[in-house]
DNA sequence: ACCGCTACACACTGCGGAGG
DNA sequence: CCTCCGCAGTGTGTAGCGGT
């Protein structure tokens, strides 16, 4: 087989993104716009917005809890992390018909009503929809960073506490020469004795995946003097409990020492302060 | 048999740190 | 100062499974 000249394949590469819009789902589209005018009618004729009758409405049409949700800053996957945490299932179609109470409290919980009555009798200009599509955009990246860094910083502040020096974000050397990624290492970086990776989540996805990977390699490399902490928290692990169970596994089968979630900081305060005695750091 | 749900894979975004 | 790249997000499509 002939190899095709690097520069060839660089410049054979095509937006992709083109190419998919120009099959037009202009269908889709016409099919959506029906949709929600139906539903913003059938919200401008009841005499009031009121928890009862936002009830009987999705009850009749599921389908309008993600257009409602939409109204308070829920997209899809958000919408279904809050489901499953708050209500212990990630399907509003099913929840709707049968507890239409249930799904309209949760959604309460955004101030839905109070946002409803107020977008429903906003005048829209050009300006507006500018201003809501970046704001939307730019929500979750913004303030994603923040949730995750909130994890480290506590457990950062506990290794301080306690008079241990500790390095973040990293890689140490283990078992056979081989490295892995940490989140934290005591003392340092160069031979930890204590490691531990900090997995905050409120969304889903395959980075879900990625991090237990990321414990794994840590449990993998792992010298046998070494101890290995896992911290996670978030939402996003209800909606990937195989992955949360392979962590719990590790820990179960001793491949790690320990796991720990915001609530639980006290008890690695104590783990913490054990291990490094052990290890004579303190 | 069909429908709805779950789990998962994959693509893309904005920020911020590292290095030229 | 600019560019690159990793990180934690959002969003979407789909295979497989279980209930009706």
Not at 91 to 107: A, D, F, H, T, Y
Not at 203 to 218: F, Q, W, Y
Request: net charge negative.
């Amino acid at each position: 087989m002939d190899l095709i000249s690097y520069n060839d394949l660089l410049g054979s590469l095509s937006d992709l993104s083109m190419v998919k819009q120009n099959n037009g789902n202009l269908d889709e589209f016409i099919e959506l716009k029906e949709q929600i005018n139906t539903i913003v009618e059938d919200l401008s004729n009841l005499d009031d917005i009121t928890e009862d009758n936002l009830c009987t409405l999705i009850q009749k049409e599921p389908d309008a809890v993600p257009i409602l949700a939409s109204c308070v800053g829920l997209g899809r996957e958000k919408l279904r992390g809050q489901l499953t945490h708050r209500l212990g299932t990630g399907g509003w179609v099913k929840i709707s018909r049968k507890e239409p109470q249930r799904v309209i409290s949760m959604l309460e919980q955004f101030n839905l009503i109070e946002r409803l009555k107020e977008q429903l009798s906003k005048e829209w200009t050009f300006n507006d929809v500018l201003l809501e599509r970046y704001l939307w955009s730019s929500r979750s990246a913004t303030s994603a960073q923040g949730q995750g860094r909130d994890l480290e910083d506590q457990i950062e502040e506990i290794v301080k506490n306690l008079g241990l020096s500790c390095s973040m974000r990293g890689r140490f050397t283990g078992r056979g020469g081989n490295t892995a990624p940490f989140d934290l290492a005591i003392p340092g970086e160069n031979n930890p004795l204590i490691v531990g990776a900090a997995k905050g989540f409120n969304s889903t996805g395959s980075k879900l995946s990625d991090a237990v990977r990321e414990i794994e390699e840590l449990a993998d490399v792992r010298l046998p003097r070494q101890f290995v902490f896992a911290f996670i928290d978030g939402i996003g692990w209800k909606r990937r409990e195989a992955d949360l169970r392979r962590i719990y596994n590790l820990w179960e089968n001793q491949y790690i020492d320990g796991i720990y979630t915001l609530v639980h900081l006290e008890r690695f305060k104590e783990d913490l302060k054990n291990a490094a005695v052990r290890h004579e750091l303190l």
